[in-house]
């Protein structure tokens, strides 16, 4: 299993980035995807998830709820994080995380397997 995170930079306060996460592997429709970042010194958070096949459950943390949106295209075997009203706070390493489980309760980095390399969103103010 391949996870490869792309579309991080250097962003403003206020500014909108979308990143995207591209895997290989079979039945990606299936699995369960999350989103994870972690800012220096800091450990790896829970940034937001979508559920497999059709990705009707989708969950956030409370800083980023209503500004983060996960969704998922299984035809293209792809992820994305469209990150809205950014903020320096929101800077941070992003990984991209896949279970073979099609829902996964849980907020923790150890539910999911697989993992992509991260890619480094950081918004100046």
């Known amino acids: 299993v391949q996870l490869q995170a792309s579309g991080g930079g250097l962003v403003t306060a206020g500014d909108s980035l979308r990143l995207s996460c591209a895997a290989s592997?079979?039945?990606?429709?299936?699995?369960?995807l999350a989103w994870f970042r972690q800012a220096p010194g800091k450990e790896r958070e829970f940034v937001g998830r979508?559920?497999?096949?059709?990705?009707?459950?989708?969950h956030y943390s409370d800083s980023v709820r209503g500004r983060f949106t996960v969704s998922r295209d299984n035809s293209r075997q792809t992820t994305y994080l469209q990150m809205n009203s950014l903020k320096p706070e929101d800077t941070a390493v992003y990984y991209c995380?896949?279970?073979?489980?099609?829902?996964?309760?849980?907020?923790?980095?150890?539910?999911?397997?697989?993992w992509g390399q991260g890619t480094l969103v950081t918004v100046s103010s």
């Open positions: 995380a896949a279970s073979t489980f099609p829902y996964v309760d849980s907020y923790s980095p150890s539910a999911y397997e697989y």
């Open positions: 979508i559920s497999g096949r059709d990705g009707a459950k989708r």
């Open positions: 592997l079979r039945s990606f429709g299936t699995y369960a």
